[in-house]
Structure formats: structure tokens, C-alpha cells
């Protein structure tokens, strides 16, 4: 991987480690990837499924003899460890009653691997499988794709069906396998991907005919050369993801357009990525999108914490993205990309890269309540918090104290009352932070900001 321009980084150490691991990594792989047939084979649906276990769950297929296929089980990159390397997805065979096992009558089928519903890992893993469908069309146009479903509830539908229609499988063709069933013949193609390590021409191919397919279909939308890839309409994000508004807010200044994908077919979705020449976004599910764009456009990825995710520097990697990060971000836990808090922040790296690209930045309104917010989040957490954890948040601290930016009287108050809770922790007295911080909030509340 080319080397990642660390001017708007706030260049800590852990941060550093994981950017000198993504730069070592050649990503691409030209290997020549394996399609194998096996006979009367069982297939185990996905079992146990937990985003904190490893694997995530067992599962895959079993050989006539009842052996476990290893070409059957999943494998990726951590996405927020990544000195800790390759991790199982769906691995592993487990107990079951022989009587429970449904026949399949059709002769053959292609074995997908597993399905979850969440639109980066459906983008970067659950796809890797279905090359052989765009390599030779007319020999799978009717055979059954076998999906192991994570979730009981996890169904194929919406965007992600509308995907498997553009490589060129139609939904009665979708087998969601959520018992052991034997079939005749299945066929088990290698992954042409493993998420945030290694991908292949393959894996490539398959990912430009669902643009050249999409790109057939007219669409009535308007696209333009700047956009912000926005989640202002996400309920998920609203008590996870604080102070994003301002971030968007800079960049609609400066001549990007605003977008929220979930509001567009995935064809219009890949219209509008194709016709943009900047991209904007915050580090999230978001740009992994991008795997849509053109190669070689410039994309602004905002970073929300000291974690980098890994899964991201592939889909710069595999599109030749020109790629700009930017630490705009205060930080007190060190959290996974889904979980949270996280508290964006128009600091020093974002001022630094308006003023190299001659880009408007308005003076920003004091962000008290947004700072209240992020430390009610915090709050609520360290009553659990391990003494590794509380370490972290410790250590966290003493980096970021100088980037708490307060800017009204009223808040340098709040200022006050706040260093005093956190010296209080860095002096291990775990007990004292909850009663005093709310004590101390109620008295900030009454300033009325």
C-alpha cells in the first residue's frame, strides 16, 4: 500500500503502528483461486453467532465422510486490531442429530458462505464467493446460491438483493439455510476476498460488473463532482456520533453536496459515486462505498477515534484512491467503529487542512452541549470499566486534555469541574467520578448555555 499522508494526524503512537502495518501490507494477491465440487456433502448453518466471540460462529460444510471443509469457512482482517491479524468469521463443525438433516433435491448448488445483514461486511465478505456466476453466466443462471444467515432474522432484501440482481442472481434463486441439509453436489469457490488483508482480479471483476450493470440502468437523479457522504438521517448515529453536524457543515462551505445514500437505490447509489471526483466522509460503514467510485478520485476521510479501520485501507488500496485522513476527533475511550461514543471536533488538523486548500471555515459555535453529551456517554460506561480500561481512559486523557477546546466563560466553569473528575480518576478513585460529574453537570445546566 502507498504510503498515507500523516499531515492532519495527530501522530500518537498507537495510531502510528497501525498506519506502518497498513503500509507494509501488499493487499492485492494474484493467485490463482480454487473452485471445488464435493459430493453429498452437509452443509451446518451459522451457529452461536457473537461479534465478541472468535469465530464469530461455527458453521460450513462437512464432506461425505463428515470431515470439515477448511475452503468452507471465513476469514478476515480485524478490523480495529489489526496487529492481532487474521481472524475466523464462520468456522468449526458442531454437534447435531443426524435425523435433523433435510435432503436437497436439485442437483448442484453454490455455496455462498455466511450472510449478515450490515452493509460493509455483506460489501467486503459475504459477496466473495459469487465470482464464478460473472465468469460463467449461463452455466449458474438457475442454480441455487446457499447463504448461511448469522441472525435468525437476517433476510436478503432491499440494497442487498438489489446487489445479487446486478451480478446476476434472482431472488428465487437465494437459499437462506437455517437447518443441516445434505445436497448431491456443491460447489465451494475460494473467497476472492478477505476483508481489511488480501483481495483478487477477482474479486475486482465481480465488483466492476455490478458497476457496468448499474451503469446500463438510466436514473432520473442529478450527481455531482463533491460530495459529503452524510448520516444526518441515521437514528443510529444520533446518541453515538456527536458534533458530526459541524464537520458536514465545512465541507457544504466549500462546494460539497450533501448526500445520504440510504435514500437512493443502489443504482442511484453508484451513479452518484461514479460521478463524483471528491468524496467526503466520516470513517465509518460509509466510504467502504467507495469500492463503487471511479479509481484514482480524491476522498477526505474524517477519523473519529485513534483506531484506524484496516477494512477501509483495502478499498483505498484496491480503487487507487488519493487519499486525505483527518484526525477531527477528542477522544476519552478507546472504542470499536460501531460502539461509541465518539466526539468530532473542528481542531488544529481540520484549521491546517482548510488553510492548504483554501477552504472557508467559519468560527464554530461553543460546543458545550455537545462536550455534555460525550461525557454523559462516557460516564455511563466507566461504571463498568475494567482497571485495563480505566488505565486507557487515564492514559486517553492526559493525551487529549489539551484538545477539550472551551470557548465561553460559562464554559470554563464546566472546564473546571471537569479536570477536577478526571484527576480524581488518574488517582485510581474509580468511585468518586458518577455522584460528583452529575453534581457538577446540574450546576453547568443552570449556567443555561
Not at 503500509?23 to 451446518?44: G, P, Q, R
Request: proline share 2%; net charge positive.
Amino acid at each position: 500500500m502507498k504510503k498515507i499522508n500523516r499531515k492532519y494526524l495527530f501522530g500518537d503512537e498507537f495510531s502510528e503502528k497501525m498506519l506502518k502495518t497498513a503500509e507494509s501490507m501488499n493487499f492485492f494477491s494474484n493467485k490463482k483461486l480454487s473452485i471445488k465440487t464435493f459430493d453429498n456433502a452437509v452443509v451446518l448453518p451459522a451457529k452461536s453467532f457473537s461479534y465478541a466471540s472468535v469465530p464469530w460462529a461455527k458453521g460450513g460444510v462437512l464432506d461425505c465422510s463428515g470431515g470439515y471443509i477448511e475452503e468452507s469457512a471465513s476469514f478476515a482482517m480485524n478490523s480495529n486490531k489489526v496487529n492481532e491479524g487474521v481472524q475466523t468469521r464462520l468456522y468449526g463443525a458442531y454437534p447435531y442429530e443426524h435425523e435433523e438433516i433435510e435432503t436437497y433435491n436439485d442437483n448442484m448448488v453454490l455455496y455462498a458462505g455466511f450472510y449478515i445483514q450490515q452493509w460493509g461486511h455483506f460489501l467486503l465478505e459475504c459477496i466473495s464467493r459469487l465470482y464464478p456466476i460473472v465468469q460463467n453466466p449461463e452455466k449458474y443462471k438457475d442454480m441455487k446460491i446457499v447463504f448461511l444467515p448469522m441472525m435468525d432474522s437476517d433476510e436478503i432484501d432491499g440494497t442487498y438483493l438489489e446487489l445479487l440482481n446486478l451480478i446476476g442472481i434472482r431472488k428465487e434463486q437465494i437459499l437462506l439455510l437455517r437447518k443441516p441439509t445434505r445436497f448431491k453436489k456443491i460447489i465451494i469457490p475460494e473467497s476472492s476476498i478477505y476483508a481489511g488483508y488480501v483481495y483478487t482480479k477477482e474479486y475486482k471483476s465481480l465488483i466492476n460488473r455490478i458497476i457496468s450493470k448499474a451503469m446500463e440502468k438510466p436514473v432520473k437523479i442529478k450527481t455531482h463532482k463533491k460530495i459529503y457522504l452524510s448520516r444526518k438521517n441515521w437514528d443510529s448515529t444520533q446518541d453515538r456520533d456527536i458534533g458530526e453536524d459541524k464537520i458536514e457543515n465545512f465541507f457544504n462551505q466549500n462546494g460539497f453536496k450533501s448526500v445520504s445514500l440510504e435514500q437512493y437505490s443502489l443504482v442511484e447509489q453508484i451513479h452518484l459515486l461514479q460521478g463524483a471526483d471528491h468524496v467526503a466522509s466520516a470513517i465509518c460503514t460509509l466510504p467502504h462505498n467507495l469500492i463503487f467510485a471511479r479509481d484514482g478520485i480524491n476522498a477526505i476521510f474524517i477519523n473519529k477515534m485513534c483506531k484506524y479501520n484496516i477494512l477501509q485501507f483495502l478499498v483505498d488500496d484496491m480503487k487507487n484512491l488519493d487519499v486525505i485522513y483527518i484526525d477531527a476527533y477528542s477522544t476519552l475511550l478507546l472504542c470499536n467503529s460501531g460502539v461509541g461514543p465518539f466526539l468530532f471536533d473542528v481542531n488544529e488538523n481540520l484549521i491546517n487542512y482548510a488553510k492548504d486548500n483554501g477552504m472557508k471555515l467559519s468560527k464554530q459555535e461553543a460546543r458545550g452541549k455537545d462536550i455534555i453529551k460525550y461525557l454523559d456517554l462516557c460516564f455511563e460506561k466507566i461504571e463498568d470499566f475494567t482497571d485495563e480500561e480505566l488505565f486507557v481512559f487515564r492514559n486517553l486523557y492526559k493525551i487529549m486534555r489539551t484538545r477539550f477546546h472551551f470557548y465561553s466563560k460559562r464554559e470554563l466553569m464546566f472546564k473546571k469541574y471537569f479536570h477536577k473528575i478526571m484527576w480524581k480518576l488518574s488517582l485510581g478513585k474509580k468511585n468518586f467520578h458518577l455522584e460528583k460529574y452529575m453534581k457538577y453537570k446540574m450546576k453547568l445546566k443552570k449556567l443555561s448555555f
